[in-house]
């Protein structure tokens, strides 16, 4: 084998623009058809692309809704500053305002059918939806246990449950209302009952 032919590489790299345009499709059609209806060729269709441009890339439609659901997107930060109270009620409101907007509220509903049959896809949708905002949430309840605000033997878990749970059931399942003081009326409804009781 020549240098030059041991040099050549193999294939074409990857177009981060037609990435981006099958990843943008799969999104937006997860959104309006849901996993179970949304098919591969639906969305070689509307990236412009044929179905071997996305198997190349993807092997299953499991694999190229996690990719999609992976991608970094810009979230809004939780302040750094204030107490853990504030900052608490500051990390619901950024979830209510993520839940609100579309694709994000519609791709939400979609895909939480899909949790109990697909572990793979299960584990994507709480990494986009839930984790980040659960880290936080555990941090904060740490710094008002070591502050003497909070209770040692709070169960983070279930506290960080009770935060988020509201939001989520209201997105998902009752319809209620998801206003700028949701977070407040949280917060404020759970903390003082986490608090060090009186000596």
């Known amino acids: 084998m020549s240098p030059v032919t041991a040099q050549r590489p193999v294939g074409r790299p990857r177009d981060p623009d037609l990435d981006d345009a099958i990843l943008d499709a799969t999104i937006a059609l997860l959104a309006q058809e849901g996993f179970s209806r949304m098919s591969i060729e ?3 269709a509307r990236a412009g692309v044929g179905k071997p441009t996305i198997y190349r890339r993807w092997s299953s439609k499991v694999e ?3 990719a999609a659901l992976s991608r970094p997107r810009p979230e809004r930060s939780v302040s750094g500053e204030g107490t853990v109270r504030e900052r608490l009620i500051g ?3 950024e979830l209510c305002v993520s839940v ?3 694709p994000a509220k519609s791709l939400l509903a979609a895909l939480v059918a899909e949790i109990p ?3 793979e896809l299960a584990a ?3 990494e986009v939806f839930l984790a980040k905002r659960r880290e936080t949430a555990f941090a904060l309840l740490r710094e008002g246990i070591a502050a003497g605000e909070l209770r040692a033997d709070l169960d983070l878990e279930l506290a960080s449950d009770a935060l988020v749970g509201p939001v989520m059931i209201r997105a998902l399942l009752t319809g209620g209302r998801i206003t700028p003081s949701l977070g407040t009326t949280i917060v404020d409804a ?3 009952g986490w608090g060090v009781p009186p000596a």
């Open 124 to 126: 994507a949708v709480r």
């Open 91 to 93: 990390l619901i409101e």
């Open 42 to 44: 639906q969305v070689a």
């Open 100 to 102: 609100r907007r579309e």
């Open 64 to 66: 190229l809704v996690i």
């Open 190 to 192: 759970f903390y003082d």
């Open 117 to 119: 049959r697909n572990t």
